[in-house]
């Protein structure tokens, strides 16, 4: 392993392009500026370290700034009160500290870009100065904005400026039950990438349907509730699809209730979509229909949600899980999911990838005999980065491999 001030090379057993594209006895070599200039077969008697040199994990879906939970509550609505209390209780410093932590976890595992929620302004400030890619949106609620609301909510909340950062900007308008069709309609006219928690329970398609029901009390609560509300009287991805905001520009987080069409209507628009499989879990769900999704041409991306519904935000026990939830996926479609599936949810396309003009970000593991035995130990079995390379410089060198 060799490092010029003009950049780098690295020779390695195995070079992983992508989760299905690996070379045999490779070598990738990058510019001073961070960018991988060739990555190719190594020449003949070149000495290869015993590593396989991997593209970084994108985590499509994360809420950084979000602290665990003290208590699980019973059912989801009750869950959304006891997420607003914490994010309440939680002062600018505290979100500071979890984001920080972080990314150094995310960083340390070889994860190197993230789809985040913003929910307060802390993340977009933070990741502005961080070197982890991917996207911050900046989540707008509102479900009782009309127009001139909404405009004002939108100049209100600026995303993270154009090609300045190494994070990208967009907007999170949070989901169907608590942002208005004024305010969707705002969010899809700036024309930015959109991040939308998309029919994630039964109550949520019953109050898109009706009006009535948990939702419509919580919003009556919370003041929420426009006088004279209709409901749309469909489900989500249809109510989405008629507000403009079905694109490739959108990734679905969640798509647990899908509803006959659906996958039809999401795969024709070209929007991802992003589970969390520690959600699925921690809420004791049944695992919606992914090997369909996939084979109906979905980008479907692998996200950790937050702390408060899940243990922690490791994508590599994402994919262990992955695995587990979906009998039916093979490790290359669970490593795609964790890495240019989560780019395309990201409208990233060159993360996750290891190509010319790409960023030299990357990380190396122990080289097993095969390129099946060393993909299973990334995704199966969650092992742990022996370095990791941000923009062509090292981030993390452990003196061992770890699990
Ligand atoms: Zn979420």
């Given at each position: 392993m060799s490092r010029r001030a003009a950049g780098g090379r690295l020779a390695a057993r195995w070079i992983a392009l992508d989760a299905d594209h690996w070379l045999e006895g490779g070598e990738i070599v990058w510019s001073a500026e961070g960018r991988i200039v060739s990555v190719r077969r190594a020449r003949k008697g070149t000495r290869l370290e015993d590593v396989a040199v991997m593209p970084g994990l994108v985590n499509a879906h994360v809420h950084l700034q979000l602290p665990a939970l003290a208590q699980r509550p019973e059912s989801f609505v009750p869950w959304i009160g006891a997420v607003l209390a914490a994010r309440a209780a939680s002062t600018a410093a505290d979100e500071r500290r979890r984001i920080g932590a972080a990314l150094v976890a995310l960083t340390e595992e070889g994860c190197l870009a993230v789809g985040d929620i913003d929910s307060t302004g802390t993340s977009t400030a933070r990741l502005a100065g961080a070197d982890m890619r991917g996207r911050c949106y900046r989540e707008l609620t509102g479900f009782h904005l009309d127009r001139a609301g909404a405009r004002a909510l939108l100049r209100e909340r600026p995303t993270l400026p154009r090609s300045r950062a190494a994070t990208a900007g967009g907007y999170s308008p949070h989901a169907p039950y608590s942002v208005s069709a004024e305010l969707f309609r705002a969010a899809v006219a700036t024309r930015a990438p959109l991040a939308i928690h998309c029919a994630e329970v039964p109550l949520e398609q019953q109050f898109l349907r009706t009006g009535r029901g948990p939702f419509a009390e919580l919003l009556a609560r919370l003041g929420r509730l426009p006088p004279g509300f209709r409901a749309p009287g469909m489900g989500a991805v249809r109510w989405l699809e008629r507000l403009g905001a079905l694109t490739t520009r959108t990734q679905l987080v969640h798509c647990q209730e899908l509803e006959r069409g659906d996958v039809a209507r999401i795969a024709q628009s070209g929007a991802a979509i992003v589970v969390c499989p520690g959600t699925i879990e921690y809420f004791g769900r049944t695992p919606p229909p992914v090997p369909k999704w996939l084979a109906a041409g979905i980008p479907v991306a692998l996200g950790t949600d937050s702390r408060a519904s899940n243990t922690g935000l490791s994508l590599r026990r994402e994919m262990?899980?992955?695995?587990?939830?979906?009998?039916?996926?093979?490790?290359?479609?669970?490593?795609?999911?964790?890495?240019?599936?989560?780019?395309?949810?990201?409208?990233?396309?060159?993360?996750?990838?290891?190509?010319?003009?790409?960023?030299?970000?990357?990380?190396?593991?122990?080289?097993?005999?095969?390129?099946?035995?060393?993909?299973?130990?990334?995704?199966?079995?969650?092992?742990?980065?022996?370095?990791?390379?941000?923009?062509?410089?090292?981030?993390?060198?452990?003196?061992?491999?770890?699990?």
């Open positions: 262990a899980r992955a695995l587990e939830l979906w009998p039916g996926l093979t490790p290359v479609q669970v490593l795609a999911m964790a890495t240019t599936n989560g780019a395309r949810a990201l409208c990233r396309p060159g993360l996750g990838r290891l190509r010319p003009g790409g960023h030299a970000d990357f990380c190396t593991l122990p080289a097993q005999a095969t390129v099946a035995a060393t993909r299973d130990a990334v995704v199966a079995s969650g092992a742990m980065p022996t370095a990791v390379w941000v923009a062509g410089t090292q981030r993390v060198r452990s003196a061992r491999p770890r699990r």
